[in-house]
Structures are given as C-alpha cells and as structure tokens.
C-alpha cells in the first residue's frame, strides 16, 4: 500500500514538473496560466565530542541558536499554479509541497518525501476574501534565528478549509479556518482532532502599529496509545505588530 502511494505521488510531481516546462515553451504569447517554483535546502556535517553531531543547547533552554548548529539534513520544494480569468479579477491556485528532513544518523533517505502541502485556493470571492480547501501550512508566525515557530495551527493536519482576508472597512481582516488531524491508533480509525481558528488580524492603532487577535477551539477523540480521553480545549491570545517604512538615505 506504501508503495503505490508513493507511486501516486511520483506520477503527480512528474506531471506536474512536465506542465512547466510546457509554459516555458510558450511564455512568450499571452496566458492565463502562471506556473512557479520555489524551495529551500541546507545540510552540513560536524562532529560532537569526536562523535556524531547533535544539536548544543545549554541547560534548562528549550530552543537552540540555529546558525551552525542544526544536526540534520532538510529540503523542501513547492510547485504553485496560478490561473486568472481575464474577464475578472478571480485567481484560481493549486500548491504543492514535498519536504524531506533527515536527522544525523537517520535512515530517513530512504523513504520518499512526505507532501507538506496540498490544496486549492480561489482568490478574492467577496470583499477580497479568498477561500483554501486542502492540506497546508497556515499562518505560520516564528523567530528565525531560533527555529521557533510561536504560532503553527495547521502543519501535519490531515485537511482543512477555511476563509481569509475577509476586509472590515478601516479596521483589519477576519480569517476563519477549520483543520482536521489524524493520530496513529491501530485500535480505532476514529482517532482525530478538530481545530477552529478564527483570527481578526492588522487591526490599525496608528500608521505604524497594528494589533492581532486570535481564539482557538479544540476537541480531540479518545487515543489509546496515548492513554488520553476525548476532551475540549480553548485559547485565546494578541500580539502586536510594528512597522515602518525607512526613507533612503541620499548621498551627501
């Protein structure tokens, strides 16, 4: 079963790889199609104590300094295809993104990319909301320089589907967004959580600061590998945002 959804998922990349390069062949007439790429990677090596490299983090610290200190392998690539019908202003989007992170002394190369990412989007249905249906990452917030994402509701969900950038006049944009994750239980088919993220986002308190507002609802099903009863759980939180456009400097 493993093989052939690999399969599955080879034949889709291949597929989607050979629509590129068909619009590179024809990019120089007008379309409405619009087909990108984009990716990251890193990999090192290093050695612990004469040993194999592990990550340093000094004690009591639950986050490390990334530069120079990540013991694994990671890459990831996302292809995106974008279609505008040219009698509105509608864009209709479908991402697609596999990932490959290998620890230090891992077998994980040979197993074949997990897809991080898989879903549809159609841009601005009413008052420039646009409405996503699939599997994605999902208003991620973090802080580079520690490898720490604050705020990650919705990567290793299994689908979801919600509505973003709903403008209120003057006064910020609603998100609304619904996720789905599965856990393994061999005992039962029914382990799962459901998430409601509703996000009221860039509401202005002057020209350069914005405040944030977030509340979460959560209900997850009984897990009997983890021992854990079906139960309900909420937050609530704000943060706030600051920016600032910096005039060129002009030469004396």
Known sequence: MQKKINYIKFVLFMFLVGIMKLNVLYSQNFNPHEFTTNGYARAGIGVSDGGQMVNFVTPDNVHKYRLGNEANHYAELQLNYRYKDTDSTKKYELTYMMAKYIPYGSDAYKQFPLTTQL??????????????????YYSRRNVDFLDYFWMNPAQGSQIGL?????????????NLAFM?????????????????????????????NKINFIGQFNYTTE??????????????GTWWTYSKKISPIHPL
Not at 119 to 136: C, E, F, L
Not at 183 to 208: A, F, G, K, M, Q
Not at 223 to 236: P, V
């Open 180 to 208: 789905r994750f599965k856990y393994p239980d061999p005992n039962s088919n029914n382990s799962h959580s459901y998430t409601t993220d509703l996000r009221y986002l860039d509401v202005p308190l002057s020209e350069s």
């Open 119 to 136: 879903y549809g989007k159609i841009n601005r249905v009413i008052h420039n909301a646009d409405i996503w249906v699939g599997k994605r």
């Open 223 to 236: 897990n009997k590998i983890l021992q854990t009863s079906k139960h309900l759980g909420y937050a609530i």
């Open 162 to 174: 919600g509505i973003e950038n709903y403008k209120v006049k003057n006064s910020g944009n609603l």
